[in-house]
Nanobody, 124 residues
Framework: QVQLVESGGGLVQPGGSLRLSCAAS????????MAWFRQGPGREREFVAA????????DYADSVKGRFTISRDNAKNTVYLQMNSLKPEDTALYYC?????????????????WGQGTQVTVSS
């Protein structure tokens, strides 16, 4: 088992930045591939970014490439999502997810554990 707790969400103006954090507890954090997903109002949950266990590989949704950066600190059991140049369409509940399998994928079913989410609102 692993417990995931997201933080860092909030209200930001268009063009602004936020950094989300996801703290993990329970099993060895370094054994999990990690990802961020989001779900906006009236929309399905969608993939944002993922990072492998060793941080050797990352993947991003086309909509956030060049603006968002996923990273992890295995010593702190934490994964981050740095979000720059935020747009109103980035408004969503952002979820952290963990997968026990090797590799990363945009598919939600790949991930075994989920946090409760942190709200990001981009508005002037």
């Amino acid at each position: 088992q692993v417990q995931l707790v997201e933080s860092g969400g909030g209200l930001v103006q268009p063009g602004g930045s936020l950094r989300l954090s996801c703290a993990a507890s329970g099993r060895t954090f370094s054994s999990f591939a990690m990802a961020w997903f989001r779900q906006g109002p009236g929309r399905e949950r969608e993939f944002v970014a993922a990072i492998t266990q060793s941080a050797g590989n990352t993947d991003y949704a086309d909509s956030v490439k060049g603006r968002f950066t996923i990273s992890r600190d295995n010593a702190k059991n934490t994964v981050y999502l740095q979000m720059n140049s935020l747009k109103p369409e980035d408004t969503a509940l952002y979820y952290c997810a963990a997968a026990t399998a090797r590799g990363i994928t945009p598919a939600p079913r790949w991930y075994n554990y989920w946090g409760q989410g942190t709200q990001v609102t981009v508005s002037s």
